[in-house]
């Protein structure tokens, strides 16, 4: 996963994206090494943070633009 990069990318610590996604420094940290599983809204709301995709994060892509939003699409 490419959380520390973003992180580190924006000079950000560990224990302010915790603060910003209300949880431990810790857990946080866990997602970082990969230690601790990353529920799939915690991902969704550090995609946003950073505006990026869940599959960059993931390492899917190497494209960290996030995709279009098509506000039409029906689900």
């Known amino acids: 996963m490419r959380l520390k990069d973003l992180r580190e990318d924006r000079d950000l610590k560990q224990k ?6 209300n949880i431990a420094e810790r857990t946080y940290s866990g997602y ?17 943070f950073y505006n990026t995709s869940t599959d960059y994060i993931l390492g899917i892509t190497n494209e960290i633009k996030p995709y279009p939003r098509d506000i039409n699409k029906k689900f």
Do not use: G, H, Q
């Not at 302010?16 to 996604?21: F, N, Q, R, S, V």
């Not at 970082?32 to 946003?48: F, G, H, M, V």
């Open 32 to 48: 970082e090494t990969e230690s601790r599983w990353l529920p799939r809204d915690i991902l969704i709301k550090i995609a946003n």
């Open 16 to 21: 302010d994206i915790a603060k910003i996604l």
